[in-house]
């Protein structure tokens, strides 16, 4: 990123946040690495092309945007609590859900937001947990060939993004994260029964707000 521009982009967001480096380019927008100045926190930036004029680009932007804000709208009481559960969130800024994926078959956006609660919305704060959830979701997304774009781990539910297979459906999905999440806790059944889902992409007709 030239100096100018990083200039310019530093002037549009402010002194709130930081700009440490650009991370990389995809097919939608520039994703930029910043610190949250007053939170102390490392964030992303996503910047659509100036010359844009794509409206389902725009749009997309907007969704995702959405629905990050969705993921990030439980604010903990004991800033304690905040600094144990941020070490915890899952955000790859390299995968980009915008893009269509490609099979033998077909050109296909298939992306799922998924919402799994806890049975009584009981609450889970303990460190030893919260570490084998992040990693289990991590090591399940990679060996079912999931793009798990975010993942937000929180005391009584957890939302995944993911990009998925064309040959699952979102029943299979729910189901094999809330097996890969029980074995966390001895096969035990801490899930409500079901999970919450829904679509985003190129054709989900604003199935997702």
Not at 49 to 60: G, I, T, V
Not at 107 to 126: G, M, P, S, T
Not at 149 to 176: K, N, W, Y
Request: one cysteine or more; aromatic letters at 8%; proline letters at 4%.
């Amino acid at each position: 990123m030239s100096e100018d521009l990083h200039d310019r982009l530093q002037a549009a967001v402010g002194n709130e946040l930081e700009l440490i480096r650009l991370v990389g380019r995809g097919g939608m927008a520039e994703v930029h690495l910043a610190r949250d100045c007053a939170l102390d926190r490392l964030v992303v930036i996503k910047v659509l092309p100036p010359d844009s004029a794509d409206q389902s680009a725009h749009e997309r932007f907007r969704r995702e945007a959405r629905l990050a804000a969705q993921l990030e709208h439980h604010p903990l009481a004991d800033p304690r609590m905040e600094e144990r559960f941020a070490r915890y969130q899952i955000h790859n800024p390299e995968i980009d859900l915008s893009q269509p994926r490609q099979t033998a078959h077909a050109v296909n956006w298939y992306n799922l937001h998924v919402v799994l609660v806890q049975a009584e919305r009981w609450r889970e704060i303990r460190d030893e947990f919260l570490q084998k959830v992040h990693a289990m979701l991590l090591r399940s997304s990679a060996a079912k060939g999931h793009l798990l774009s975010r993942a937000a781990i929180l005391t009584d539910h957890f939302h995944l993004m993911l990009g998925c297979q064309t040959d699952e459906t979102p029943q299979e999905v729910i189901l094999s994260y809330m097996n890969n999440l029980a074995y966390v806790w001895g096969m035990r059944p801490v899930f409500q029964f079901g999970g919450f889902v829904g679509t985003f992409g190129e054709y989900d007709l604003g199935a997702v707000q």
